[in-house]
């Protein structure tokens, strides 16, 4: 369906992605989470053929973005993070206009436009102004827009940023509604969401794929690494003496416990390994009573954190290129 490969973009002499390589299969949603800065959006910008790479190819039902733009552009529907909205329209002339860009046949304008209005419940606004909208019908209308067509892809950035709980539900259960029709494509920094929504995460940090995998398996990839909190009375010193003799143990670090002569140690072990019991009776034999013992595993925040570790907020590449684009004019508009 998509692919990604070696996809390079330099902005000066940052580097926002950096050789980027991956596949899209269809009939699945797939995440880009990323902390700001780790590339989403200029990548999605790069799949959409709105910025060209620097390096690298993306194809589309195999055809290239760069050499084939009309054929792969009409596989895509794309939501940028500022809808491209235009504010002085009904939302039916807005979606009337898109569809004649996207060269609809006219005999099929008015049955989508009537479906896909339904599909995201915007048929009773269709007569309001854009500019009267609520925020979260206008990524409805956004939304509809990038539906428009039927394309095999759907392309949503951020599609949920500054919505209430209540829409943020909502827009959420119709991103699952599309994936039954179309492959879903959408980037976020938060966590909660693409847990909620994705088949398959891609972790970005600083223009690389850090990971790529199932909710569910990126969580387990990290289970062989869970960690052992234990709170014992006792000396670091004595501690240090007992625990390299017990067999299991990866690594661990000592430091002092809230209780007077205590120390808390947290023990790593061996991808299988269970070292409970043999830590028990090593300390019983040495008189350093366990005053508390707890398995400690890592959820997805915890696996994001460190995949993500050192990754910059303050400079965002993705923010700038949005700022230039926009700069001058009004921000609800753009290219369809």
């Known amino acids: 369906m998509i692919e990604v490969e070696n996809l390079v973009k330099r902005y000066g002499n940052h580097l926002a992605v950096d ?3 991956f596949q899209v299969e269809p009939g699945k949603i797939y995440g880009f989470l990323g902390p700001n ?21 993306v194809r589309i039902n195999g055809f290239d973005i760069q050499k084939n733009a009309e054929e792969a552009k009409r596989c895509i529907g794309y939501l940028p993070e500022i809808p491209p909205l235009y504010q002085d329209m009904t939302v039916l002339e807005y979606l009337r206009f898109a569809a004649a860009l996207k060269k609809i046949p006219k005999k099929e304008v008015e049955k989508q436009l009537a479906d896909i209005m339904e599909m995201t419940m915007t048929t009773d606004v269709s007569e309001r102004l854009i500019k009267n909208l609520s925020k979260g019908y206008k990524q409805r209308v956004g939304l509809a827009q990038a539906i428009l067509g039927y394309p ?19 827009i959420r259960e119709l991103i699952r509604s599309l994936s039954e029709k179309h492959t ?16 398959e995460i891609m972790i970005l940090s600083k223009g690389k794929l850090a990971a790529c ?18 709170h014992i009375l006792g000396s670091e010193e004595a501690l240090r003496k007992i625990l390299p003799f017990i067999a299991g143990i990866a690594e661990f670090s000592i430091e002092n416990a809230p209780e007077k002569g205590a120390v808390k140690a947290v023990i790593r072990t061996e991808a299988g390994e269970d070292i409970r019991e043999d830590l028990f009776y090593a300390l019983a034999e040495n008189k350093m009573p366990i005053l508390s013992m707890n398995r400690v595993e890592k959820s997805l925040e915890d696996i994001f954190l460190e995949l993500t570790e050192d990754q910059s907020s303050i400079s965002d590449p993705d923010t700038a290129e ?14 369809l």
């Open 37 to 57: 800065g780790a590339g989403k959006s200029t990548t999605m910008n790069m799949m959409t053929g709105y910025i060209a790479p620097t390096e690298g190819t």
């Open 184 to 199: 879903v494509i959408l980037s976020s920094h938060i966590l909660s969401e693409v847990q909620a929504v994705c088949d």
């Open 152 to 170: 095999e892809v759907i392309i949503l950035d951020e599609p949920t940023v500054g919505l209430d709980p209540k829409q943020i539900i909502e």
């Open 213 to 230: 995998d199932t909710p569910e398996g990126l969580t387990g990839l990290m289970k062989g690494n869970a960690a052992l909190e234990v």
């Open 19 to 21: 050789h980027l390589t």
């Open 322 to 335: 949005h700022m230039s684009e926009n700069k001058g004019g009004n921000e609800d508009e753009g290219n």
